[in-house]
């Protein structure tokens, strides 16, 4: 039941970690030259990624409301998934905050 709630809400969720990223990378660019240079590379492309895996999500919307399937832009949707989890995962714990 988790996994159908997660898959029939995944659009919500998409848009409210871009929001909440976006505001994240907006409130602390006064201070990027405080952050290593991998923490901010690791940073950019976890935000470029989402918003990339935000439109193509729009783009598969949009595309299966017009009755044409998109399964390989679903592929690369779900494989950017795991690009943003690991850009995420090493900006967040991997690489130190200063």
């Known amino acids: 039941h988790m996994l159908r709630y997660l898959r029939d809400h995944h659009r919500f969720f998409g848009w409210l970690v871009l ?3 976006t505001a994240h990378a907006v409130l602390l660019f006064p201070m990027l030259n405080h952050f ?3 923490k901010v590379i690791t ?10 895996l935000v439109g193509m999500g729009e783009w ?9 399937q998109a399964p390989t832009i679903r592929l690369l949707h ?8 690991v850009a995420v995962v090493m900006h967040a714990f991997v690489f130190p905050s200063l």
């Open 19 to 21: 929001v909440a990223g």
């Open 43 to 52: 940073g950019v492309i976890s935000l470029a990624t989402l918003a990339l």
């Open 60 to 68: 598969i919307t949009y595309a299966t409301r017009k009755s044409r």
């Open 36 to 38: 290593s240079s991998r």
């Open 78 to 85: 779900a494989l950017l998934s795991l690009l943003f989890l």
